[in-house]
């Protein structure tokens, strides 16, 4: 540098410099000058090199009004960052000045006022925008230390200085204030009833997927015991209707019907044989009760009885047809 310029950018090398001493009469000028070259120029080395661990802190709280629930907040922040001379002319004429020399420790002294002003304001301008809740600021410190990288390179690149990295590692909270608390612990709790009610609902699928299973595997069992015993489902409930039947108190109304059932036979198989002897049976122990006065209330009663052995595979349309003629043939 010379008289307050910037003259020229030299890279890595040997290089000779040349000056505007005079050489006859210098030591005569720099009695005049108080051993001072009137020709005066500075020379800088640069490192070029990224400064890393810097630390930075917010020298106050952040306020803010806290995006998720509404109310007011103050928080603290503080982390480390690495910056890199990019702009070597653009450094020298904006910060060095008359400093000998600029070390990290000054690099930081230098812009400590200007990165408080500008971490506030991004700080609490990515809060918002983002919408992140103060009680989940912890995990996405990342993602607003990304965001913060990415507002801030601009304003350092304007004093010939990269900001290669930027990080968040804390946040203060404002622990024990009411208004902090009291929401902290609405959010938790809220947090807590929904697992509560997630874990009720698996509950629920749980005992309903296990009944499930039960019954298969109890209609499996029940299956091969009809298998063992030489019947089917369908025959099995052929034996609870002539069961039904037989235990009616409206069976003794086929006192006068006189055909005696052995048709029954005909429904096939042990079934058949089960229920015209469960009918028979039935009829014979109804044979000895008084007839009904209402005769068209015991024919009633009759069909009804054929109409539901029928319905359940009892009997064929032809047996209920046949059973059907010869109980109006018994009536008339």
């Known amino acids: 540098m010379m008289n307050g310029q910037a003259l020229d950018l030299f890279g890595a090398g040997r290089y000779t410099l040349e000056t505007q001493n005079i050489p006859k009469i210098g030591k005569a000028l720099s009695r ?19 400064q890393m661990a810097i630390k930075w802190g917010t020298d106050s709280k952040v306020q803010f ?25 653009r450094l020298l004429l904006k910060l ?27 700080l609490a301008q990515v809060i918002r925008e983002q919408k992140i809740s103060i009680f989940e ?20 690149a304007d004093y010939g200085i990269a900001l290669e990295r930027f990080f968040i590692t804390t946040i203060v909270k404002p622990d024990g204030e009411a ?28 005992d309903a997927e296990t009944l499930a299973q039960r019954t298969v595997i109890e209609s499996q069992a029940m299956a091969t015991k009809r298998a063992k015993e030489g019947y089917t489902y369908q025959q099995e409930r052929g034996f609870d209707v002539a069961q039904d039947v037989a235990q009616n108190e409206a069976v003794g109304q086929f006192t006068n019907m006189g055909v005696g059932f052995g048709t029954m036979a005909g429904v096939g198989g042990a079934v058949g044989g089960v229920v015209g002897s469960a009918v028979n ?7 000895n009760q008084p007839q009904q006065a209402d005769d068209m209330a015991v024919f009633k009663a009759k069909i009804d009885k054929l109409t539901m ?24």
């Open 309 to 332: 052995m029928k319905e359940a595979g009892m009997l064929t349309d032809e047996e209920f047809n046949n059973l059907k003629t010869q109980l109006l043939a018994s009536i008339l």
């Open 32 to 50: 005049a000058t108080d051993g001072q070259t009137p020709f005066h120029c500075e020379v800088y080395f640069i490192n070029k090199t990224e």
């Open 179 to 206: 208004s902090y608390e009291k929401f902290k612990s609405l959010h938790f709790r809220q947090y807590a009833d929904i697992a509560e009610a997630k874990l009720r609902q698996q509950t629920a699928v749980i």
């Open 281 to 287: 049976n039935a009829f014979e122990s109804v044979n």
């Open 96 to 122: 060095v000045g008359t400093e000998n020399f600029l070390d990290q420790e000054n690099l930081t002294r230098y812009f400590r006022a200007f990165l408080m002003t500008k971490v506030k304001s991004y």
């Open 65 to 89: 009004m806290e995006p998720t629930y509404n109310f007011p907040i103050s928080i603290g922040a503080s982390g480390e960052m690495s910056l890199r001379a990019e702009d070597s002319r």
């Open 137 to 156: 600021i912890d995990e996405r410190l990342n993602e607003i230390s990304s965001a913060l990288l990415k507002m801030l390179q601009p304003d350092f």
